[in-house]
């Protein structure tokens, strides 16, 4: 039984780690394409939200009349940052489930590694955009992808929270 269990556990982790470095590939993919090319992505983005809204984002209405920003490209951009970086935290989190083990069952030992990876791929991923043509490095972005991967990993830790209590009251 325990063995069955242990085999288990390596095929979880194998999965996990694989679904991780993945997402690490998505994110330096998308960090690689030339300016021209983004700005094509945040306008099919614009695009879609235009179509499933019946918005005219393009013309800056909304900012306008709001004053919600200066432009709805960069709340794209940004926003496509933020989501990028949670995923990967959720991912990141999952993957270093084993570090709790080796202190004392404590979440924090598997949280902090989490976003200090995820810190420090935005880092990376930042000076990979120096590289590509018509991009830049930008600290704000990495404080965007770090702030991303710890909101995500604070609803890990609630899940795993929530879980704990609810098997309590099972039990």
């Not at 992505?41 to 695009?47: E, G, M, N, P």
């Not at 900012?63 to 951009?77: A, H, K, M, Q």
């Amino acid at each position: 039984m325990q063995r069955q269990k242990s085999k288990k556990h390596i095929i979880a982790n194998i999965i996990i780690w694989t679904l991780t470095a993945v997402w690490l590939a998505v994110i330096f993919l998308f960090s690689s394409y030339p300016e021209d090319e983004s700005d094509r992505q945040t306008l099919l983005v614009i695009d879609v939200l235009n179509m499933l809204f019946g918005l005219d984002l393009s013309s800056g209405e909304l900012v306008v009349n709001f004053g919600f920003l200066e432009s709805i490209d960069f709340f794209i951009r940004k926003s496509a940052h933020f989501i990028e970086y949670f995923i990967l935290g959720v991912l990141s989190f999952m993957s270093f489930r084993d570090l709790r083990f080796l202190f004392k069952g404590k979440r924090v030992a598997q949280a902090v590694p989490a976003v200090l990876f995820c810190a420090v791929y935005a880092v990376s991923d930042e000076i990979h955009q120096l590289f590509v043509k018509g991009r830049y490095g930008c600290l704000r972005d990495v404080l965007i992808d770090t702030f991303g991967s710890i909101v995500a990993v604070l609803i890990c830790l609630l899940v795993v929270w929530a879980v704990k209590k609810c098997r309590r009251k099972i039990d």
